[in-house]
């Protein structure tokens, strides 16, 4: 049964760091589309990293980008989201989800989700 669980969230003030984990079971990282949503509260989720193993495509939102780096551990089978720089317009529950579309520009229809993990960035 494929599963996307992730770990990571919490409180950090302006500025600060996290590292969101996601563990993936059910299937190899190596032939799927991965990455990581965002939800904050009252606005839309929206795509903010993700990466293609088959042609190694990556995403970035451009609110992200030079701040947050997605990465992968094929031998855990794990994802990372490493977050530095983190602004109060970070805060957001945090999704990692597989098997979709990734280009330059975009990361979309994802077929599995996790639960998400509550990030919360505040001083």
């Known amino acids: 049964q494929l599963q996307l669980v992730e770990s990571g969230g919490g409180l950090v003030q302006p500025g600060g760091s996290l590292r969101l984990s996601c563990a993936v079971s059910?299937?190899?990282?190596?032939?799927?589309?991965i990455g990581w949503f965002r939800q904050a509260p009252g606005k839309e989720r929206e795509g903010v990293s993700c990466?293609?193993?088959?042609?190694?495509?990556?995403y970035y939102a451009d609110s992200v980008k030079g701040r947050f780096t997605i990465s992968k551990d094929y031998a855990t089978n794990t994802v990372y989201l490493q977050m530095n720089s983190l602004k109060p317009e970070d805060t957001a529950v945090y999704y990692c989800?597989?098997?979709?579309?990734?280009?330059?520009?975009?990361?979309?229809?994802?077929?599995?989700w996790g639960k998400g993990t509550l990030v919360t960035v505040s001083s």
């Open positions: 059910g299937f190899k990282l190596d032939y799927y589309v």
């Open positions: 989800a597989a098997d979709g579309v990734v280009s330059t520009s975009a990361c979309y229809g994802m077929g599995h």
């Open positions: 990466f293609d193993n088959i042609d190694g495509s990556i």
